[in-house]
């Protein structure tokens, strides 16, 4: 089913978190009997999974997934290796499928395989060094207060509980003067496959509903005995994320288990606002609720893949 001359075309489903992507992802792929790509960037690390969310087995058997317990969490895994295995793993489902899936809540991720990464000019390694002995001494506040001035544009998009991101932001404006939300994104690179993009979206208290319920579920999952399996890493920036930070902070004495909890609701509604500014910015996305039916996307994906 060629789409504007081309006859390969990458099916991308994105949202807020907990709003039901990954069961939309599965629907479609066993409907164009295809594979996923996932591009969440947490759901990379093998040692990590009740707080990222992951498939479960039985999800994971209904569809060949990638990207899912790919990496460890001790190593360093970019949005640019991203970009690269992904196109080439994307290469590969296209010899074999006309369709592919890739989902994710992670706007930087998706934009890489869809969009590209920009070429940033040089920094000065010396800046870098200073800022992480900073981040190292002072903790994250001060560098996400200072990158708020410095780009207010990038850190309203970038993730905030990322070290290595909100540094890179602050470094390279201190390097150039200038600040890194110009440079990303300003020219698309050509794929050599469609895109079409279905987004999910709920109204917000809804969302901030099963945002509160997923939270409580992976707790009594047993989110607190993996992040103690995993303590030992807590200074890696993998781990200085939503749901793993918070129990930290809890185990560290820093805060109630109570407090903790709230915690972790909170920022991850906040997370969720953030990705979601991401994404309205772009104007292909389709919206649906969750409650849609996958019949109505199906619909709207079978019209749109007719088109000339």
Same mark, same amino acid.
């Given at each position: 089913?060629?789409?504007?001359?081309?006859?390969?075309?990458?099916?991308? #489903?994105?949202?807020?978190?907990? #709003?039901?992507?990954?069961?939309?992802?599965?629907?479609?792929?066993?409907?164009?009997?295809?594979?996923?790509?996932?591009?969440?960037?947490?759901? $990379?690390?093998?040692?990590?999974?009740?707080?990222?969310?992951?498939?479960?087995?039985?999800? /994971?058997?209904?569809?060949?997934?990638?990207? #899912?317990?790919?990496?460890?969490?001790?190593?360093?895994?970019?949005?640019?290796?991203?970009?690269?295995?992904?196109?080439?793993?994307?290469?590969?489902?296209? @010899?074999?499928?006309?369709?592919?899936?890739?989902?994710?809540?992670?706007?930087?991720?998706?934009?890489?395989?869809?969009?590209?990464?920009?070429?940033?000019? *040089?920094? !000065?390694?010396?800046?870098?060094?200073?800022?992480?002995?900073?981040?190292?001494? @002072?903790? /994250? @506040?001060?560098?996400?207060?200072?990158?708020?001035?410095?780009?207010?544009?990038?850190?309203?998009?970038?993730?905030? $509980?990322?070290?290595?991101?909100?540094? %890179?932001?602050?470094?390279?404006?201190?390097?150039?003067?200038?600040?890194?939300?110009? $440079?990303?994104?300003?020219?698309?690179?050509?794929?050599? $496959?469609?895109?079409?993009?279905?987004? /999910?979206?709920?109204?917000?208290?809804?969302?901030?509903?099963?945002?509160?319920?997923?939270?409580?579920?992976? /707790?009594?999952?047993?989110?607190?005995?993996?992040?103690?399996?995993?303590?030992?890493?807590? *200074?890696?920036?993998?781990?200085?994320?939503?749901?793993?930070?918070?129990?930290?902070?809890?185990?560290?004495?820093?805060?109630?288990?109570?407090?903790?909890?709230?915690? #972790?609701?909170?920022?991850?509604?906040?997370?969720?606002?953030?990705?979601?500014?991401?994404? %309205?910015?772009?104007? @292909?996305?389709?919206?649906?609720?969750?409650?849609?039916?996958?019949?109505?996307?199906? %619909?709207?994906?079978?019209?749109?893949?007719?088109? !000339?």
């Amino acid at each position: 089913m060629p789409v504007n001359g081309k006859n390969k075309t990458l099916i991308v #489903i994105a949202g807020p978190t907990a #709003i039901g992507k990954t069961a939309l992802a599965i629907e479609l792929a066993r409907h164009f009997s295809t594979e996923i790509i996932s591009a969440d960037s947490r759901q $990379f690390f093998q040692e990590i999974s009740i707080g990222t969310a992951k498939p479960d087995p039985d999800e /994971l058997a209904a569809a060949k997934h990638h990207f #899912i317990d790919s990496h460890s969490i001790t190593t360093f895994f970019s949005t640019g290796d991203f970009e690269k295995q992904a196109l080439e793993i994307l290469a590969g489902i296209f @010899e074999q499928n006309d369709l592919a899936i890739m989902v994710g809540g992670s706007g930087l991720y998706l934009d890489a395989v869809t969009k590209g990464l920009d070429e940033l000019p *040089d920094t !000065d390694m010396q800046i870098r060094e200073e800022l992480n002995t900073l981040f190292q001494t @002072e903790g /994250l @506040e001060p560098i996400k207060q200072r990158l708020e001035a410095a780009d207010p544009e990038y850190f309203a998009k970038v993730d905030q $509980f990322n070290p290595q991101r909100m540094i %890179r932001g602050l470094e390279f404006f201190l390097s150039t003067g200038k600040k890194v939300s110009g $440079f990303l994104t300003n020219s698309k690179k050509e794929r050599p $496959f469609n895109i079409v993009k279905i987004g /999910l979206n709920l109204e917000r208290a809804l969302l901030y509903d099963r945002i509160n319920h997923r939270v409580d579920l992976m /707790l009594a999952a047993g989110l607190l005995d993996e992040v103690k399996k995993v303590e030992q890493y807590k *200074d890696l920036n993998a781990l200085k994320t939503v749901g793993y930070a918070e129990l930290f902070d809890y185990l560290d004495g820093k805060l109630s288990y109570t407090e903790a909890v709230d915690k #972790i609701k909170q920022n991850t509604r906040r997370f969720a606002k953030r990705q979601l500014t991401w994404f %309205r910015r772009d104007t @292909e996305i389709r919206w649906f609720e969750p409650q849609s039916p996958a019949t109505e996307v199906l %619909r709207y994906l079978e019209q749109t893949l007719r088109r !000339d």
